[in-house]
């Protein structure tokens, strides 16, 4: 039974990873990603590329790449849905990707580890916490014990969110959306 969103608790606040990058700059980096990916010289001219959820920054980015992909180097790129970052990373790790997009400190590790490696910035992404107006909440250790939206559990802000959560001094809980 799906619950109205109206009857369910807000949560005290949003994480939310923001591109701080200016849109000229952003859109550079998208076709240098493109163009890098054309010019490899594949057998196959097909790639699959883990994006992000339907509507979000990343999907709409790797809508774009596929765009590019084929109209500057007749490369198929397939955009895949994920949740974001997190299942990205897995999914590359796995085989089941060929390219991922990825939060930096998701992939990081991978990255120290020389697992995977990154082809282009496309952007630098900044986590903004944030209030409503005249909220109580003034600093992050006003958190603590609050209800805070994490984001969807594979995604590169809950990643982030997740790890500040862990801090002692914050031990907010994590607030679940309907689905």
């Given at each position: 039974?799906?619950?109205p969103?109206?009857s369910l608790?807000?949560p ?25 990916l ?6 196959d001219?097909?790639?699959?590329l ?12 790797a ?16 955009p895949q849905?994920?949740?974001g ?11 089941e ?11 990081s ?5 020389g697992?995977v ?20 909440i ?7 014990n609050q209800r ?5 559990p594979?995604?590169g ?5 997740s ?15 309907p689905p």
């Amino acid at each position: 039974m799906r619950v109205p969103s109206k009857s369910l608790p807000k949560p005290a606040l949003s994480l939310r990873a923001v591109p701080a990058r200016p849109r000229s700059l952003r859109w550079g980096a998208i076709a240098t990603l493109s163009l890098s990916l054309a010019s490899c010289n594949w057998h196959d001219p097909s790639l699959r590329l883990s994006s992000g959820s339907e509507g979000g920054g990343y999907a709409q980015i790797a809508k774009i790449i596929a765009e590019s992909g084929q109209n500057v180097g007749k490369l198929q790129i397939d955009p895949q849905l994920s949740q974001g970052s997190a299942e990205n990373l897995r999914r590359l790790l796995a085989g089941e990707t060929d390219v991922a997009l990825s939060q930096l400190d998701v992939a990081s590790d991978a990255m120290k580890a020389g697992d995977v490696n990154s082809i282009v910035t496309l952007a630098q992404e900044y986590v903004y916490i944030i209030v409503p107006q005249g909220s109580s909440i003034q600093k992050l250790t006003d958190l603590a014990n609050q209800r805070v939206a994490l984001g969807a559990p594979e995604s590169g802000i809950n990643f982030t969110a997740s790890a500040c959560s862990r801090k002692p001094e914050l031990q907010c809980r994590p607030w679940k959306s309907p689905p």
